[in-house]
Structure formats: C-alpha cells, structure tokens
C-alpha cells in the first residue's frame, strides 16, 4: 500500500483546511485509517482514525470538535477536515492505514504516508 497526503499549507488562526490521503495497492476498504500530526521537538501523536466501513471515528481531545475525519473507499481517498485550526495545530501531518488494535498508537499501523506540513500562524 502506498500513501499519498496532500492539502497542507499556511493558514491564520482559526481558519481551516482539508487534508487528503489517497491510497494504492491494496484494499483500501479494509483497513483502519488513522491520522497523526509530529510538530517540531515533538513526538509523533495521534490525531484521528476511523474504521473501514467510517462508522466509528475517533478522535484526540486536543481536536474533538474541530476536526473531522472521513473517507469514501470507492476513491481509496481519507479526509481530515480541518476547522478552527489554532497555531499549537502546526505539525507534519502523516496518513497511515492498517488493523489497530488500539487506533491511538502508531506502532500499530502498517503503512505510512510521507506527511504534509500544516502551518497556522497567530
């Protein structure tokens, strides 16, 4: 499976942006997609995920409310809607996919996208 992210850029506080992910190789549909963010001298965190069929997505506290996360498999394609976006949200965002046991870690998925840099100025 590759990864494909896109949609980054500059934005001022408070506005917003679409991060997608487009995935080839395998099926797409059956994976868990996860979205994680790594701001600068920080670790890696997690940000969202959302099971194969999009029933169930889950979501850090830090972005409960203001980010939205979607996919549509008959475009192998995830989303991340991003609102509200605050300069803490400044980080390399990744896409990645596989079977978590527990969506929140990202050891557990199997394929990662090469990020794209969300940066929200004050």
């Known amino acids: 499976v590759q990864l494909q992210a896109s949609g980054g850029g500059l934005v001022q506080d408070g506005g917003s942006l679409r991060l997608s992910c487009v995935a080839s190789?395998?099926?797409?549909?059956?994976?868990?997609m996860g979205w994680f963010r790594q701001a600068p001298g920080k670790e890696r965190e997690f940000v969202a995920a959302?099971?194969?069929?999009?029933?169930?997505?889950y979501y850090a506290d830090s972005v409960k409310g203001r980010f939205t996360i979607s996919r549509d498999n008959n475009k192998n394609t995830a989303y991340l809607q991003m609102n509200s976006l605050k300069p803490e949200d400044t980080a390399v965002y990744y896409c990645?996919?596989?079977?978590?046991?527990?969506?929140?870690?990202?050891?557990?998925?199997?394929?990662w996208g090469q990020g794209t840099l969300v940066t929200v100025s004050s």
């Open positions: 990645a996919v596989g079977w978590p046991s527990i969506p929140l870690l990202d050891a557990e998925y199997d394929y």
């Open positions: 190789g395998r099926a797409f549909s059956s994976y868990t």
């Open positions: 959302i099971d194969w069929s999009g029933g169930y997505p």
